[in-house]
Structure formats: C-alpha cells, structure tokens
C-alpha cells in the first residue's frame, strides 16, 4: 500500500480545476465554468530495511539509524 510506516501518510483526493469560473457578474457563467476533476495526490514514499517512509519521515529515521549504529 501507499502508507507512511510512521505517519500513515497516504493518498488524498482533491478537487481539481484547470482554471476559474467565469468573470462575468457575480458567480460567473455557466458557458465559461472549468470542470472539476477528482485529483489523486500521492505520498512521495521510499523504502528503507525493508519499510516504507515518506520523506520527512525518513530523514528523522536516518538519523536516528546513524547515531546508533555510530
């Protein structure tokens, strides 16, 4: 799965629209309105020993990982 180990960061679902509505009058006109699409936002995840973790994760977790094995 696309999950954080750490934060469960995960995939979200946005409301999505390439411009906006029109400018004429108060709340603009339907001929000019941009389409809303459902946009899928992922997390930017890597693995490390065999996890899975987003990047501020990750960084935390290397650094822990160093001054131990240090």
Same mark, same amino acid.
């Given at each position: 799965? &696309?999950?954080?180990?750490? $934060?469960?960061?995960?995939?979200? %679902? &946005?409301?999505?629209? %390439?411009? @906006? @509505?029109g ?5 603009? *006109?339907?001929? &000019?309105?941009?389409? #809303?699409?459902?946009? #899928? /936002? %992922?997390?930017?995840?890597? *693995?490390? @020993?065999? /996890?899975?973790y $987003? *990047?501020? $994760? &990750? %960084? ?11």
């Open positions: 799965m &696309l999950v954080c180990t750490v $934060c469960n960061k995960g995939m979200k %679902r &946005l409301a999505y629209s %390439r411009h @906006k @509505k400018s004429s009058g108060g709340g603009g *006109t339907w001929k &000019l309105r941009a389409p #809303i699409h459902s946009k #899928i /936002q %992922r997390p930017n995840l890597h *693995t490390f @020993k065999g /996890q899975k $987003c *990047t501020k $994760c &990750l %960084r935390v977790v290397k650094k822990i990982f160093v001054v131990v094995s240090a």
